[in-house]
């Protein structure tokens, strides 16, 4: 029986397995789904098979400088309660540590790892934690920096996870600038680091949307195609306000640009400092959350 990449994708997404484990589970029996799942378990691969099909969107957002090396990561539970768990939080600081170390080039390469300080996998190491702690446990993703200077962030003990990649010049310390801007980041949420990042494209098609509501505003009904091009414009600048990082507003500040206040402040203190980019992680975020329907819950209890 033949399988395709799908297939693989959701004997994954049933168990937990690494893509490659997957592969070979399927090719070993042949397509076999349910076969597949059986392989892995007597492989001592999928012993949370059960686990793997419930949704984590808890968890904890996670970002750190290892030495020297910056790292984000997000690794998800199914419970908050979970998140706040001792050996949860070192399994994710270990992650990170696994990241910093070995510098995996994507997430099944990181599940191929061998988790910090051990010899197991880290795909081995996330089903431990599965058994351990009973519920669905999965890392979800990573961000890396290995040049320039990171300053880490964690927000309400990891809901949200943010690292800020800096040059640095003039031998100053950036760490409070550093923080400074990831708690913009965490605060405002971003889309890009400059208005220079901005594809083209998605410029335009802001452009016809504000040209539309433009149009359509009846206070608008007289006024000439060049002045709405104009207020269009000016509109546009608001854009980069409101998603661009170094041109947003600094919410500490007196009306000045983050950008403006990272030059003034490592002026101030003898050198320059410029934002490289950053990485921002919301735990769960993007995730369709379980809706829990107490009515249905209570009625099963009852028959």
């Known amino acids: ?19 490659m484990d997957c592969k070979k589970a399927l090719t070993a029996t042949e397509g076999d789904m349910d076969k597949a799942v059986e392989w892995l378990r007597e492989k001592g691969m999928a012993a949370s098979v059960k686990k793997a099909g419930r949704i984590a969107a808890e968890g904890m957002a996670y970002a750190a400088v290892v030495d020297g090396i910056g790292v984000a990561v997000e690794v998800n539970a199914e419970t908050d309660f979970v998140g706040k768990n001792e050996k949860f939080q070192e399994f994710v600081k270990g992650v990170a540590a696994t990241v910093a170390h070995q510098n995996p080039a994507d997430l099944d390469a990181l599940m191929a790892c061998k988790y910090n300080g051990t010899d197991v996998t880290v795909q081995e190491q996330q089903q431990e934690m599965v058994l351990v702690i009973g519920e669905n446990i999965k890392v979800r993703r990573f961000a890396r920096y290995d040049t320039g200077v990171s300053v880490p962030y964690i927000h309400a003990g990891g809901k949200i996870g943010v690292l800020v990649n800096l040059e640095v010049e003039g031998g100053i310390d950036a760490t409070e600038i550093g923080k400074d801007v990831a708690m913009q980041i965490a605060a405002m949420n971003p889309t890009y680091c400059d208005k220079s990042e901005v594809d083209p494209s998605v410029l335009e098609k802001e452009k016809e949307i504000l040209i539309i509501q433009a149009k359509e505003d009846p206070k608008n009904a007289n006024k000439p195609e060049n002045i709405l091009e104009k207020m269009v414009t000016g509109r546009v600048g608001k ?32 050198g320059t400092v410029k934002v490289l980019g950053f990485t921002r992680f919301e ?17 099963k209890m009852v028959k």
């Open 283 to 299: 735990k769960g975020e993007g995730i369709e959350k379980r809706q829990d329907d107490l009515a249905a819950e209570v009625a």
């Open 239 to 270: 854009y980069y306000e409101e998603n661009c990082l170094l041109q947003q507003q600094y919410v500490k500040g007196d009306k000045e640009s983050v950008e403006k206040h990272v030059a003034e402040v490592a002026k101030a203190a003898g």
């Open 1 to 19: 029986m033949a399988f395709t990449a799908t297939d693989v994708k959701t004997l994954r997404e049933m168990t937990g397995v690494g893509m």
